[in-house]
């Protein structure tokens, strides 16, 4: 059973900063992380994600602005978000995949860009 959870949320203007991390019970070692979010009448949408060896992709809407990166020692994938807009409010959620067991999910943590 692993647990995930989210910090880092709040309430940022336009253009500014924020990191989420996202702290696994369990080791993240040889898991694929994800980080999604869900924006208020919207559905859930892939953010992006980084596999077991670093590599990462990301959605086209914040590529170039966001950062996904992976601490194995410390069980910790974190989100690094830039240049943040209005269009960005949405509840962030962290997801775990590991093939031939399963998907986990933390609780979510709110960012909300507002001026």
């Known amino acids: 059973q692993v647990q995930l959870v989210e910090s880092g949320g709040g309430l940022v203007q336009p253009g500014g900063s924020l990191r989420l991390s996202c702290a696994a019970s369990?080791?993240?070692?040889?898991?694929?992380m994800g980080w999604y979010r869900q924006a208020p009448g919207k559905q859930r949408e892939l953010v992006g994600h980084i596999g077991s060896g670093d590599n990462t992709m990301y959605a086209d809407s914040v590529k170039g602005r966001f950062t996904i990166s992976r601490d194995n020692a410390k069980n910790t994938v974190y989100l690094q978000m830039n240049s943040l807009k209005p269009e960005d409010t949405a509840v962030y959620y962290c997801n775990m995949v590991r093939l031939l067991e399963g998907t986990y999910w933390g609780q979510g943590t709110q960012v909300i860009v507002s001026s």
């Open positions: 369990g080791s993240i070692f040889s898991t694929v």
